[in-house]
């Protein structure tokens, strides 16, 4: 139920509801400090729903995708391109990439990085050995409601069997406290926002 296979050049065209950005917003500002004058990059902007999202909260964000999804942001390869810092880096990357986006994106945000991937990301021997083991995340917040992501648009309505959660790396976190594991409480039905989300 947690496999949603894409080949390793996919888009991974699965556009993030809004509502789930703005939970780690909500949620997570207690332990992350989100402060709107800091400046925030969405490398994997696809349509626009996230960056969209993180402009009600940062007063600067950049938006880019390595693909043209009609939404007007520049045609840029996070993992190749060159690239100014940032404060934060919050994106969706593509599974198969998440690693190589995560790793690219602490080189270039000066505060932290935050994506949201499947809970299944944080299995895997290899992925401990060449990321958790050296660069855990300082926070997990797993949504306890499924956070559904179907594949190019976005439904408000749409279910899932699929677990998200949001690895955070907040780089002033002290790396000898062990990652923190913080619950996002039902809140899906509160943070759509019927005006905003369907631009």
């Known amino acids: 139920m947690q496999r949603r296979h894409e080949d390793k050049d996919s888009l991974d065209d699965f556009p993030t509801p809004p509502w789930a950005t703005r ?8 332990y992350l400090d989100f402060w709107p004058l800091y ?21 600067v964000v950049e938006a880019s995708d390595i693909h043209d ?7 840029k390869d ?7 810092n940032v404060d934060w880096t919050i994106t969706n ?4 990439l998440a690693k190589d986006f995560i790793d690219r994106a602490l080189d270039t945000s000066d505060v932290g990085v935050a994506v949201i991937l499947r809970i299944a990301f944080l299995e895997g021997k290899k992925r401990y050995l ?7 995340p300082s926070h997990v917040f ?58």
């Open 130 to 136: 060449e990321l958790f083991k050296d660069r855990p």
């Open 39 to 59: 400046t925030c990059r969405e490398p994997a902007a696809n349509r626009g729903y996230m960056a969209r999202t993180l402009k009600e909260y940062f007063s």
């Open 23 to 30: 939970a780690l917003m909500k949620y997570g500002n207690d």
């Open 78 to 84: 996070f993992l190749h391109d060159d690239f100014d």
């Open 142 to 199: 797993q949504f306890v409601e499924r956070v559904p992501m179907v594949k190019g648009k976005y439904d408000p309505d749409a279910s899932s069997a699929t677990a998200y959660a949001w690895f955070v790396w907040r780089k002033d976190y002290k790396l000898l406290e062990d990652t923190k594991l913080v619950w996002i409480p039902p809140c899906r039905d509160g943070l759509i926002n019927k005006e905003k989300d369907f631009v």
């Open 93 to 96: 990357p593509p599974f198969v």
């Open 69 to 75: 999804y009609g939404a007007g942001y520049p045609i």
